[in-house]
Each structure stands twice: as C-alpha cells, then as structure tokens.
C-alpha cells in the first residue's frame, strides 16, 4: 500500500462565508468514508495563525521557514491506498466536498514508515 498526500493551497478555496458551514459538512463526510474504508492517515488544515519555525539538530530555534516552503497553507490530507487510480478517486471526493482541485502526491516507499 502507498501513502498518497491528497492537497489544495488555502487560495484554491474560493467559497462564500455562507457556505463554509456546507464546505465543512461535506469534507468531515468524506473524512468519515475515508475513515470507514479504513485508509485514513491523517488529515488537516495548516493554522496560518502559527508562524512556522525551523529547529536545527542542536535545537535552536529560528523563527521563518526555507524560501523554498514559504506559502505552505491551505489542507492536507494522507491516506493509504493501493493505487494511483483510488487516490485519485478520492481527491475527485474532497475536490467535491472542499470545491476546489487537489494535488495528488505519492510518498515514497519506507518500511519503516
């Protein structure tokens, strides 16, 4: 089974404040499918309230994040499926829910992982 990271940047998302409330129904749905079928990993939204910190291996703490990573935000789902082709069957689900296209990225194999 490969883990596949299923994500939209937060700007994709472009809903009216009245149906946020109907956005987040439709996307703990699909949570709970995901759940129930038993591939759930893990699932979230960044808090772009928190700014990101890098920590290096001594443990200092420098506040900002690489160039690179600057605009990580928006929603991240990881789910563990058996093929290209069901994640790709559900991120056509939480585009439905989230109205928006998702990104659809594999890990790496790691058995220790």
Same mark, same amino acid.
């Given at each position: ?21 109907? @956005? ?5 749905? +699909? @949570? ?11 699932? $979230?939204?960044?808090?772009? %309230? @928190?700014?990101?910190?890098? +920590? ?5 703490? %420098?506040?900002?994040?690489?160039? =690179? %990573?600057?605009?990580?935000?928006? $929603? ?5 499926? %058996? ?19 998702? =990104? ?10």
């Amino acid at each position: 089974m490969t883990k596949y990271l299923i994500s939209f940047p937060s700007g994709a998302m472009q809903v009216a404040a009245a149906e946020m409330q109907a @956005v987040a129904d439709a996307a703990h749905e +699909v @949570v709970r499918e995901a759940k129930a079928a038993g591939v759930w990993v893990f699932g $979230g939204g960044i808090d772009e %309230t @928190v700014p990101p910190v890098r +920590v290096d291996a001594g443990g200092t703490v %420098t506040e900002g994040t690489y160039p =690179e %990573t600057e605009r990580i935000e928006g $929603g991240y789902t990881v789910l563990e499926l %058996t093929s290209r082709d069901e994640a790709l069957a559900w991120a056509a689900k939480i585009a439905a829910a989230c109205r928006c296209a998702q =990104e659809v990225r594999a890990f790496q194999y790691d058995p220790e992982s």
